[in-house]
C-alpha cells in the first residue's frame, strides 16, 4: 500500500470486532513507531502493548460512557513520555509531545495498512490508566491507540454523532483555512476562481 493510500485510508472508525494480536504485530507496529524522526534521536516514545483481557477490561472502567465502544479492542496501546526525555528548546520549543506524535503516527499509519483500526483517544482516566500499566504517575500519558477489527455491524454503543462519524469522514478545514503559501495571515482569504 502506498504512503497516500493508508492517509487516506485510516479512520478513526469506532465499531470494532476483536482480533487476536500476536507477538509479531506488536514488534512490526514497534518498529514503524521506532523509525519516526526526532529531536537529536532522542526517540521519547514510550509503549506498552496491552493484549492482557483483565489489564483491558481494567482500562474501559476508567474511560467515559463516550469511549465504551473500545470494549471489542484487541489491543490497547498506551502512547507516554516525558519533557525532559527530549529537547526544550527556547520559544516554548518543548519536542516530546511532537515526536512522540510522529511516532504514533507512524504505528497507526502501519496498523491501517495492515488492515486494523487504529483509533487514538484522550478520553480516560490518566492517573489510575498509570496504575494499572505500572507507568511511573509523573510521565504524560499522551494517548491510548485502541487497535481492532473494523466491523461492519455499527455499534450499540454509539451516539448518533459517534455513529455519522461511522459513515462519513468528519469534515476538515479547506486549505484556506490552515495553510499559507510564504507568509501567514489571521485573515481568512477566500478561494480565488
Ligand atoms: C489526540 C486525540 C484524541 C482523541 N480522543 C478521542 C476520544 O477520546 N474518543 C473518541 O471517540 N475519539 C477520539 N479521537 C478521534 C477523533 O475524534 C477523530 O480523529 C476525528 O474526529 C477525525 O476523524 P477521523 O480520524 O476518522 O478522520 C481523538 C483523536 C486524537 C488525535
Request: hydrophobic content about 45%; proline content about 5%; aromatic content about 8%.
Amino acid at each position: 500500500m502506498r504512503v497516500i493510500e493508508a492517509i487516506r485510508k485510516r479512520r478513526s472508525y469506532r465499531s470494532l470486532k476483536p482480533f487476536e494480536v500476536s507477538e509479531g504485530l506488536i514488534f512490526d507496529l514497534a518498529e514503524s513507531a521506532s523509525l519516526a524522526p526526532s529531536c537529536n534521536n532522542n526517540q521519547p516514545w514510550r509503549f506498552v502493548f496491552v493484549t492482557n483481557r483483565k489489564k483491558l477490561e481494567g482500562i474501559l472502567e476508567v474511560m467515559p460512557k463516550g469511549n465504551q465502544w473500545a470494549k471489542n479492542a484487541g489491543m490497547i496501546v498506551a502512547v507516554f513520555s516525558k519533557k525532559d526525555m527530549d529537547c526544550v528548546l527556547e520559544d516554548n520549543r518543548d519536542y516530546f509531545l511532537f515526536d512522540v506524535g510522529l511516532a504514533a503516527a507512524f504505528l497507526v499509519l502501519r496498523a491501517t495498512e495492515l488492515g486494523l483500526v487504529a483509533h487514538t483517544i484522550a478520553g480516560y482516566d490518566p492517573v489510575k490508566v498509570k496504575e494499572i500499566l505500572n507507568i511511573p504517575q509523573d510521565m504524560v500519558l499522551i494517548a491510548l491507540v485502541i487497535v481492532g477489527k473494523h466491523s461492519r455491524v455499527t455499534s450499540p454503543l454509539l451516539s448518533e454523532k459517534q455513529i455519522k462519524a461511522e459513515l462519513e469522514r468528519p469534515e476538515r478545514l479547506p486549505f484556506q483555512k490552515f495553510a499559507y503559501i510564504n507568509s501567514y495571515s489571521s485573515e481568512v482569504i477566500e478561494e480565488t476562481q
